[in-house]
């Protein structure tokens, strides 16, 4: 499968612990989308890469919300002391410029209890 | 304004209809654009891309109005199987994607 793949599918945490997704993006696509969608509304936007370096944050993501992509490659998104506002699902995409056609992954569902 | 600006409807259709949906953006600069559907808690995939004034795929119409800054989604012969939410995407260079909020489509038998 050469898709977008995101790791785990589904994860549930007690509030107030730490959390960390992984996004295995396109192998050919230089940049990496994070965004998070709860129901009924469309993708929120959180940060995104442009090989390893990060080039925009969202205002709206707190200090509690970490990403790297440490090699260019895979991306990974930490979430620490996690609150039940966190619950959502948190969606990985990639693109080639100069397209900007983006394929997401499955996401990883966040249940904070 | 927001970046992105959809009607969330729900648009309720019976099959066999025609149905379009407007997404107004604000950034005059956007060049390319993008409409994606996304079914009930699973992941938005793409739909159609617009670089000029439109495109046409099948029942799938996308066109775009620059002077008014919106561009529109047709589909015709509305099926069952169309019913998703369809979310309009305007990259701006050097920027992140922006989605908008997604318009819910419900075609009924």
């Known amino acids: 499968d050469t898709g977008v793949s995101q790791d785990p599918r589904h994860k549930i945490t007690k509030r107030g612990q730490n959390v960390t997704f992984r996004c295995d993006p396109i192998?050919?696509?230089?940049?990496l989308y994070w965004y998070r969608q709860t129901l009924g509304q469309g993708p929120e936007f959180l940060t995104y890469f442009q090989n390893e370096a990060q080039l925009e944050k969202s205002r709206l993501l707190s200090d509690r919300f970490s990403a790297e992509r440490p090699k260019g490659s895979f991306s990974t998104l930490e979430i620490q002391r996690t609150e039940q506002g966190d619950s959502a699902m948190y969606l990985c995409?990639?693109?080639?410029?100069?397209?900007?056609?983006?394929?997401f992954g499955q996401g990883t569902r966040l249940t904070v209890v | 304004r927001k970046e992105v600006e959809q009607d969330p409807g729900p648009f309720n259709v019976p099959e066999g209809a025609t149905v379009a949906f407007n997404c107004t953006y604000s950034n005059s600069a956007s060049q390319s654009f993008f409409w994606y559907r996304q079914d009930c808690r699973k992941e938005p995939k793409l739909l159609m891309s617009?670089?000029?004034s439109g495109n046409e795929d099948g029942r799938f119409t996308a066109q775009l109005n620059r002077a008014s800054q919106y561009i529109s989604l047709l589909i015709r012969d509305s099926k069952l199987s169309d019913s998703a939410t369809y979310l309009c995407v305007v990259p701006q260079v050097g920027r992140a994607l922006t989605f908008g909020s997604g318009t819910r489509l419900q075609v009924q038998p």
């Open positions: 617009v670089y000029s």
């Open positions: 192998s050919e696509h230089n940049r």
């Open positions: 995409a990639s693109t080639v410029p100069p397209t900007y056609e983006a394929f």
